[in-house]
């Protein structure tokens, strides 16, 4: 089975600051995933991560992939409120076909709050 | 563009009573279908995946079973539910291939087992 760990799992921080979400994955991947959840809401997806040395970037967030440390992150550059959310990351095992190319290996999430 | 949806949003049921969730996609054929439970707090687990009519496979042993009695509609049901069946159950779907393969979410059905 593939474990997924990200950490922090909480993480409060002050609008304008930078910080880093890591998600560590026990067993070769080859898709790495950043899903965004509101409270509430379903699964929203960021970033699809396919390569080594793979980065993505959207507005604040940035995400990159590490293969050979089996390790991803999402950056997060000078925090707003409106990034307040849960953040996921999944990973998919090697030489998924089929149905189970949807089979994806989740953490546990970093809840993150951003205030004033 | 293709859209999924799940029904009922919310329900509250009593111990021993049946299940049944509903989940259709729109806008494409052939999709990969799956379900997801989120307990609370928790990461997602898989509960069952579908790569065509009929064709139902299960991740682990528990109280629910899954249709898919046509292309785009996955069911997921119970004969009678358990308290542990209690959390947030997400239908999702892909297309196959060798691309990126994002899964994408219908809005989840919350379910309260009392």
């Known amino acids: 089975e593939l474990k997924v760990e990200q950490n922090p799992l909480f993480l409060s921080m002050q609008e304008g600051k930078n910080y880093t979400i890591y998600c560590n994955y026990s067993t070769t991947s080859d898709r790495l995933y950043w899903y965004r959840q509101d409270p509430g809401k379903s699964l929203e997806s960021l970033f699809v991560l396919l390569s080594n040395g793979a980065v993505k970037q959207e507005g604040r967030l940035m995400a990159s992939l590490d293969t050979k440390a089996r390790l991803s992150t999402l950056h997060i550059t000078a925090a707003v409120h409106d990034l307040s959310a849960t953040y996921f990351c999944a990973a998919r095992r090697s030489g998924s076909r089929g149905s189970t190319l949807g089979r994806l290996y989740f953490g546990r999430g970093t809840q993150l709050t951003v205030w004033p | 563009s293709q859209t999924i949806h799940q029904w009922p949003a919310t329900l509250v049921q009593p111990v021993g009573s049946p299940l049944s969730l509903e989940c259709t996609v729109e806008?494409?054929?052939?999709?990969?279908l799956y379900w997801y439970r989120q307990a609370a707090g928790r990461g997602l687990q898989l509960l069952f995946y579908?790569?065509?009519?009929?064709?139902i496979s299960s991740e682990v042993p528990q109280n629910l079973s899954a249709s898919r009695p046509q292309d785009r509609q996955f069911i997921l049901s119970s004969k009678k539910l358990l308290l542990s069946d209690s959390g947030f159950y997400l239908c999702a779907w892909n297309s196959g291939g060798t691309g990126a393969n994002v899964l994408t979410f219908g809005a989840g059905s919350r379910l309260t087992v009392l």
């Open positions: 806008g494409t054929s052939n999709p990969n």
């Open positions: 579908s790569v065509g009519i009929g064709q």
